[in-house]
T-cell receptor, first 114, second 114 residues
Framework: EAQVTQNPRYLITVTGKKLTVTCSQN?????MSWYRQDPGLGLRQIYY???????DKGDVPEGYKVSRKEKRNFPLILESPSPNQTSLYFC???FGTGVREKLFFGSGTQLSVL | TQLLEQSPQFLSIQEGENLTVYCNSS?????LQWYRQEPGEGPVLLVT?????EVKKLKRLTFQFGDARKDSSLHITAAQPGDTGLYLC??????????????FGKGTKLSVIP
């Protein structure tokens, strides 16, 4: 089954404790992206990647890191999480440049930073 | 980043009623997409509109792209409880060398009451 898999689904952590949210897709997609979704602010892009070893900042990259060492994986790293990073996070992927292609989303990771 | 404004922000209607939600921008988009997001899940693509003036139908849902490609609308006929969800529009913003960023509106949260 074609899918984008995020883990974990729920995560509660404390300020300053490094964490990684994993994202994997099994569709051989070139384009992958991370979004955060907050009430009243909608979906905002954190980072995106057009292909392996190619990553770029989105609208809200501060406090986040990403890497794209393999085509299928695009982990999101929070080196020193803070409470303002409490949010619902989505990973997404699509074919090629993906402009008019369907963006496939994972089921989300609900992160709480205490 | 080009902004997409969606209206209304919230909409609560009775089953069987018709409704229209809007996605507007001051910028021209090469294409626009509509997604629906249900609670606890990631957004799922409904349609992509590409040509100014284009109308696409998906069962009881009718999507229109404005002639000037700055706006789009989604009309639902005879709404059903299964239509409940967050409706998001999204459009690409291009950078150099084929890179782009997909920007989302904040969404319209629709509740259809049985």
């Amino acid at each position: 089954e074609a899918q984008v898999t995020q883990n974990p689904r729920y995560l509660i952590t404390v300020t300053g404790k490094k964490l990684t949210v994993t994202c994997s897709q099994n569709m051989n997609h070139e384009y992958m992206s991370w979004y955060r979704q907050d009430p009243g602010l909608g979906l905002r892009q954190i980072y995106y990647s057009m292909n392996v070893e190619v990553t770029d900042k989105g609208d809200v990259p501060e406090g986040y890191k990403v890497s794209r060492k393999e085509k299928r994986n695009f982990p999101l790293i929070l080196e020193s999480p803070s409470p303002n990073q409490t949010s619902l996070y989505f990973c997404a992927s699509t074919f090629g440049t993906g402009v008019r292609e369907k963006l496939f989303f994972g089921s989300g990771t609900q992160l709480s930073v205490l | 980043t080009q902004l997409l404004e969606q209206s209304p922000q919230f909409l609560s209607i009775q089953e069987g009623e018709n409704l229209t939600v809007y996605c507007n921008s001051s910028s021209v988009f090469s294409s626009l997409q509509w997604y629906r997001q249900e609670p606890g899940e990631g957004p799922v693509l409904l349609v992509t509109v590409v040509t100014g003036g284009e109308v696409k139908k998906l069962k009881r849902l009718t999507f229109q792209f404005g002639d000037a490609r700055k706006d789009s609308s989604l009309h639902i006929t005879a709404a059903q409880p299964g239509d409940t969800g967050l409706y998001l529009c999204a459009g690409p913003h291009f950078y150099g060398a084929g890179s782009y960023q997909l920007t989302f509106g904040k969404g319209t949260k629709l509740s259809v009451i049985p």
